[in-house]
């Protein structure tokens, strides 16, 4: 049987957002916010419920070695990647538990973020863009802190 190619598309965000600088990341232990860019006292990113993350290197000036560059993945930006040989490796390395299901994989995607010193790969069934204040960041930090409380 012949595997389909990765194919990464770039997504439209309804910000125009500058992928080359600065970001952070907040993940817990079922999602992930990207938080990307701070305008008064709002402050703007994507919300993913996340399966798995990889954040880190390769930087923009490497970006040209890493697997998808050559099915499209640009140097900054947002993108997914449809059949996604990420995806595909946690479905085969989930084998081993007892109550494996191919089903639990069939609906995530494997989306890429790319900014100039770092990129981010997230596997998830959903993501939304979101806004919310400083406020609301501290009391999404200060749960998952109490969450570390015995």
Known sequence: MFEKKPKVKEIKLSREYDFSYENFVLATQHEVYLLIEKS???IYGIKFKSRVVKYGSPNDEARGGHSLAKHGLGLYGF????????IKEQAELNKVHPRHSDMLFSGL????ACFQDVMIEITSGSYEEFKMSQQELNAVLQEQVSNLEA
């Open 109 to 112: 995607s494997h989306y890429v």
């Open 40 to 42: 008064e006292d709002d």
């Open 79 to 86: 993108f997914e990647v449809e059949n996604s040989p990420w």
